[in-house]
């Protein structure tokens, strides 16, 4: 010591080492890995709280990140976020003591992330403004603002039809291969929100470059931030992205920001979460899914919606109806929860109609509330006529209905032309608010002075 003392540059140098040795370091408490099931990791030696994070030190040198999804006794379950090679017998398992926090901000518009919040568009690192929890900030039901203005989304049919308001949240219920896809990337091109966020989850790894490239396209992903978790990655990874876009969502609408939230899809979120589940011994209940499935569904959808800071989330759910059966349990419980549905028919897709919408089988809940009611009494006369010629196809395409035996099947079949062309739109074809109100005047038989009529309250909030 009297050595240091005489020479200043050596007690320059040791004066960092002698500060940190001074400092009480806090005890690491390290368990141990002691079996491995699948995705289900099971360690002993260690306590943490669902949610807490755990590094397991891998035979490849680099940490594997796990997730404490549950616990028995002294045991707890946890579930790796990444990939599970160099994993070993007994390897060491530390917890980190920390939640998943994910960095956002202004820097997010125009980039594709991972779940994990990493970017995976090669544009360099993220720049973070703030971190927020995955989880988000609940809300107070009462401190919510009602949903009062009509958002427009660039498609005739929804902006006419199933008019969506600031606010609500939508269900796209769709089989395969009946363009849910190309619906969504019309909405993002052409909606008018202040930020879009898409959430790809679950899906193939060679859509997501499709989706960014040809569906979005640069135009649209200025002003968007895309969360993509394809099918090879972990269940909870998928679990993540979901959530992950949707706190982004929220960071932008509690800046008093009108957000667009397309998250494709939310039947996948639920598969992810039955992996999940099923994994750590939860029962299976409904078709196959744990209880907590139905649990965490409302948990992510109650996330969107108007906040209490002025800005709001619109969110369209895709819901994959496996064998286009509308009764599947995920679509069941998804109509309970949200405020509408958009239904897509493969029969309409395979007739060549785009978007393959089928109006009688689909609703928006609170149309009543955002629209005048000029509007929705040409709704209710669109949706008469147009059932009437459905009900009466099959006799009018065979000849066997004549003409003159019901007024109102005769109307049906002058009118559907008109009908039938308003409802279809070209993928690259911008319809706005007030060109599609006009259209509908215009597929009832109405004057263009008619169409001005429908709903003067438009120009306001649009």
Known sequence: MLQTERNPIWQQRLEPYLARAQQPQPLVVAG?????????????????????RCLIESTLGNPIEAEVVGFHDDKI????????????????????????????????????????????????PLQAEASVPLTGRPINPLSRAPIREPLDVGVAAINALLSVGRGQRMGLFAGSGVGKSVLLGMMTRYTNADVIVVGLIGERGREVKEFVQ????????????????????????????????TSVAEYFRDQGKQVLLLMDSLTRFAQAQREVALAIGEPPATKGYPPSVFAKLPQLVERAGTGDRGGSITAFY???????????????????????????????????????????????????????????????RFRQIYSSYRQNRDLINVGAYQPGSDARVDEAIAMQPRMTQFLQQHMHE?????NALAGLAGALGATAGDAAGVNTEADGPI
């Not at 790796?80 to 017998?89: C, W």
């Not at 009688?360 to 709704?379: C, F, G």
């Open 430 to 434: 911008r319809v706005d608010w007030n």
């Open 77 to 124: 379950y946890l579930m790796p976020i990444g990939d599970l090679q160099g994993l070993g017998p007994d390897a060491r398992v530390v917890p980190t003591h920390s939640v998943c926090e994910v960095p956002v901000g202004d820097h997010l518009l125009g980039r594709v992330l991972d779940g994990a919040g990493h970017a995976l568009d090669g544009k360099g």
């Open 318 to 380: 895709t819901v994959l109806a496996e064998g286009d059966d509308q009764n599947d349990p995920i679509a069941d419980a998804a109509r309970a929860i949200l405020d509408g549905h958009v239904v897509l028919s493969r029969e309409l897709a395979e007739a060549g109609h785009y978007p393959a919408i089928d109006i009688e089988a689909s609703i928006s809940r609170v149309m009543v509330d955002i629209v005048a009611p000029e509007h929705d009494q040409a709704v209710r």
């Open 32 to 52: 141990k890995l002691t079996r491995m099931v699948g995705l289900t990791l099971e360690a002993v030696g260690c306590q943490t709280a669902i949610g807490g």
């Open 214 to 245: 040809n569906i979005l396209g640069d135009e649209g992903l200025a002003r968007a931030v895309v969360v993509a978790t394809p099918a090879d990655n972990s269940p909870l990874m998928r679990m993540h992205g979901a959530m992950l876009a």
